[in-house]
């Protein structure tokens, strides 16, 4: 069959050549006109299989559009596009001929659903002309097509028994053809689906066309592999065949003629894509949530390091402040994992060797689990990742006790690491590249998973424990953490039969950083820092903070009251602490004006998100340094001594 011509007119030069790059990719040939004249003269000397239409033209409008096309190629099909979509208006446009109507915007899979699908039904529409008049010479001319065809092609009688079955059915669903002919077409159709197949065919029968395909299970044969679902789901077309012509008066129905493709890949993937969506949406809510809670918890850490400070260190007090922080830390770890499953929860990447992280984690978590048997196989070159080790250490933690919990009576966790070269078709499942990656393996003997419970168990607030035993967070986060360092996590289990858990990371070229031991050490200054936040708690904890570290406090509520600020006192301002996310003028808009005034000023941003995302953009501008809320004094002294100190 030649490459499907389209042509494609909208007025938006970028529209024609986004659609038009995207149907080229997918096979077709294209042509873009920008308004319906252009259009009407290209069609006049030109053939196109279909004809994809902007509504709204600077000349014609859609109407207009497809009686040119029916006028002077009358076997073009039409699909309609508009941003302004109305019930009324997509009626009439079915009315007078169009395929079809979509509305602006639109994903490309289902534009390309719908241009295939009008393709095929223009397909089947010129062959039926044949089958109509040459049935016998038609049957031998397409013999071999049909039969090397992927998809089954069938006729039905009048009827609806089949009077022909390609080959195909017996690779999809197990069953030879001699065996079908003759039989109803219900015969291969899941119980559950009987009704809707019965309708369809009698809409055929009596050409109404009021659909042009439906989707259908097919049962496969008893004999076919039995971990395989016992049916496919098939997209069905279907054509009416008649003693004359379907434009002609005094036909007779003889039977129908269609194709059935499998489609349940393509069904599993928009499945994926339904549960991409909702976790992305669901993110953006975790992300914001953990945003705003961190700033809550800032006021609260905040005013617990100056109750420290101006206690006595034998004050009987000062336990239970420190029990409060702690109640704070846990509070923290709890936004992290809502800031992994958002995938904004990366704070310090560096390369690093992921054996010394899985060991450390492993001794972390075996002082306190000492029921389970934990073995280690890791290879002895891996390859360095880069990765933030705080949250693949949470990942590895999140698994262990997910394993743990699997295991009431004990049992046993098996470790393994590997390096592994992936190609093109075992990374498209999670948008990577090709390349080299780190694997990673948590395997327990555990109690296993059922289908239902695989299919949920990185979904948020998920979990198989009883009430107030989990948040559900666990495994959520872990998947949005791997997922946002570029890599990709999945499980493997049966019910009883354990589960196991692979993690593939990018590799990264860079040389191996070896972490230094934490410095709780608080340096005081002098100098003075301009304070700029939105929320009036911080502002003021932070002034006191800064006051008691020896700074003078000049604070600024906005951002538009601290560019003012420092146009007035810049030659006093040694540094600017500076939110990330306030309103009408956010900290990015700020610190690009700041650096308007002072191409140098001295600058560490503040943010209940991570410094992925904007803050990170930011930092490339030029910004000095970052620090996450809620953080504690002896972090925030040393990061504004630190910026305070480099030298211009």
Not at 88 to 100: F, I, N, T
Not at 482 to 509: C, M, Q, R, W
Not at 512 to 533: H, I, P, R, Y
Request: proline letters at 3%; aromatic letters at 8%; hydrophobic letters at 35%.
């Amino acid at each position: 069959m030649p490459v499907p011509k389209i042509l494609i007119v909208d007025d938006e030069p970028l529209m024609c050549s986004s659609l038009s790059s995207l149907l080229d990719s997918e096979g077709y040939q294209t042509e873009t006109r920008l308004s319906g004249k252009e259009a009407k003269r290209f069609l006049a000397t030109h053939h196109v299989d279909l004809v994809l239409s902007d509504f709204v033209l600077p000349d014609l409008n859609g109407y207009e559009v497809m009686e040119c096309v029916h006028e002077r190629n009358p076997e073009a099909v039409v699909i309609i596009m508009t941003g302004y979509a109305s019930i009324e208006r997509a009626v009439e446009a079915l009315k007078r001929g169009a395929y079809d109507y979509i509305q602006k915007p639109f994903e490309p899979e289902k534009l390309m659903r719908i241009v295939k699908n009008a393709i095929e039904q223009k397909r089947l529409k010129d062959e039926n002309k044949i089958i109509s008049s040459k049935l016998v010479l038609m049957e031998e001319r397409y013999k071999d097509l049909v039969q090397n065809s992927p998809d089954i092609i069938y006729t039905l009688d009048e009827k609806g028994n089949f009077t022909f079955i390609s080959d195909a059915v017996e690779r999809l669903l197990g069953y030879k053809t001699s065996n079908l002919v003759g039989r109803h077409f219900s015969a291969i159709v899941h119980e559950e689906d009987l009704d809707k197949s019965t309708w369809f065919f009698k809409e055929r029968r009596t050409d109404e066309r009021t659909h042009a395909g439906i989707e259908l299970r097919l049962k496969r044969k008893n004999r076919l592999n039995r971990a395989r679902e016992g049916f496919v789901t098939a997209e069905l077309k279907s054509t009416g065949i008649y003693t004359r012509p379907s434009g002609e008066n005094d036909k007779k129905y003889i039977g129908s003629y269609g194709v059935a493709r499998d489609v349940s890949n393509r069904k599993r993937l928009e499945t994926q894509l339904q549960h991409f969506q909702k976790m992305k949406t669901i993110a953006t809510l975790a992300g914001g949530i953990a945003h705003d809670f961190n700033n809550l918890m800032m006021g609260i850490q905040g005013n617990i390091s100056l109750t420290l400070l101006e206690m006595e260190k034998d004050h009987p007090s000062v336990p239970r402040v420190k029990n409060i922080e702690s109640f704070v830390q846990s509070a923290n770890e709890l936004t992290k994992q809502l800031l992994g499953f958002a995938r904004v929860g990366k704070y310090e990447v560096k390369p690093i060797d992921i054996n010394d992280l899985i060991y450390r984690t492993i001794q972390m978590f075996g002082r306190t689990k000492k029921e389970i048997n934990i073995s280690t196989k890791l290879h002895k070159n891996i390859w360095a990742t880069e990765v933030d080790p705080g949250q693949i250490e949470q990942v590895l933690l999140n698994l262990f006790v997910n394993a743990w919990q699997a295991m009431p009576g004990g049992g046993s966790i098996a470790v393994e690491t590997d390096n592994v070269e992936l190609d093109h078709s075992e990374v498209k499942a999670f948008s990577a590249k090709p390349g080299k990656f780190v694997k990673i393996s948590v395997a327990d003997t555990g109690v296993g998973m059922d289908k239902t419970t695989r299919e949920r168990i990185f979904d948020p607030f998920f979990t198989t424990k009883d009430m107030g035993r989990g948040t559900g967070l666990g495994l959520a986060s872990a998947y949005g953490i791997i997922k946002n360092h570029g890599g990709s996590i999945d499980v493997h289990s049966k019910e009883f039969e354990g589960a196991t858990f692979t993690i593939y990371l990018p590799v990264s070229e860079k040389e191996v950083v070896k972490e230094k031991a934490m410095d709780e050490t608080v340096v005081k200054g002098s100098e003075t820092v301009l304070l700029v936040d939105d929320e009036e708690v911080i502002l003021e904890v932070g002034e006191q903070l800064l006051l008691q570290l020896g700074y003078q406090v000049i604070p600024a509520k906005n951002g538009k009251e601290a560019v003012e600020l420092y146009e007035q006192y810049r030659k006093d301002i040694s540094i600017v602490i500076l939110d990330m996310i306030m309103p009408h003028m956010g900290g990015g808009e700020t610190f690009d004006k700041l650096k308007d005034i002072n191409p140098g000023v001295k600058t560490l941003l503040s943010s209940g998100y991570s410094i992925d995302g904007e803050a990170s953009e930011i930092i490339q501008r030029g910004c000095n340094g970052f620090i996450q809320k809620p953080f504690k004094l002896y972090h925030l002294s040393q990061k504004i001594r630190e910026i305070i100190d480099l030298k211009r």
